[in-house]
């Protein structure tokens, strides 16, 4: 998937903004390798991560692949920018885990999101929302996405999602998360 960063500069990308704001901005790229990672056999849970104050249990085999953060630019004058924090993780298997964290509002349309089913839970004791899509990021896909804010004061924005469609195992992950205070685990 491609997405605009500048007039006429496009890099592959796969982001997606919760809440949208009209315009892009401009960004401070630092790392741009994804892929997309394919249906297969249930994440079982081993090795813990933190990321942005959040800790988790990560899938057995699942392995860093990418870490960014951007710096973009709000389209409202004189706002600050939001600085989005991006990490991935793969297996073996090439399925993926993926999280978004934000300094500030999420403000990239990265595309339409149908949602097919949707449900409540708690991550780290806040109130978050699960879907199951139909369409993500403007594609037809089958995703797995839960949406939740950050402890107040902040509450800043969180995103993990995975197209391993194992409902238990995404809830699993998503019960083994805590935060752990502020931004202190980027």
């Not at 496009?10 to 994804?34: D, E, K, N, W």
Request: charged share 15%.
């Amino acid at each position: 998937m491609l997405h605009t960063l500048q007039a006429g500069i496009a890099l592959p990308r796969v982001t997606l903004a919760l809440v949208l704001a009209a315009g892009l901005g401009a960004c401070s790229q630092q790392s741009t390798t994804r892929n997309r990672p394919s249906e297969g056999p249930s994440m079982t849970a081993q090795g813990a991560q933190t990321f942005a104050g959040l800790t988790f249990t990560l899938p057995a085999g699942f392995t860093l692949k990418d870490s960014t953060e951007e710096k973009v630019a709000s389209p409202i004058p004189g706002a600050p920018p939001t600085v989005e924090h991006f990490r991935s993780f793969v297996n073996a298997a090439g399925q993926g885990l993926y999280l978004f964290y934000w300094d500030g509002i999420p403000v990239r349309d990265r595309g339409p999101m149908v949602v097919a089913e949707k449900w409540e839970t708690t991550v780290g004791g806040e109130k978050a929302t699960i879907s199951l899509t139909s369409t993500f990021f403007g594609k037809a896909q089958r995703v797995l996405a839960a949406h939740f804010a950050g402890p107040p004061p902040a509450r800043n924005r969180y995103l993990i999602y995975t197209t391993l469609i194992d409902k238990a195992a995404f809830e699993t992950l998503l019960g083994s998360a805590r935060f752990t205070g502020g931004a202190a685990g980027r």
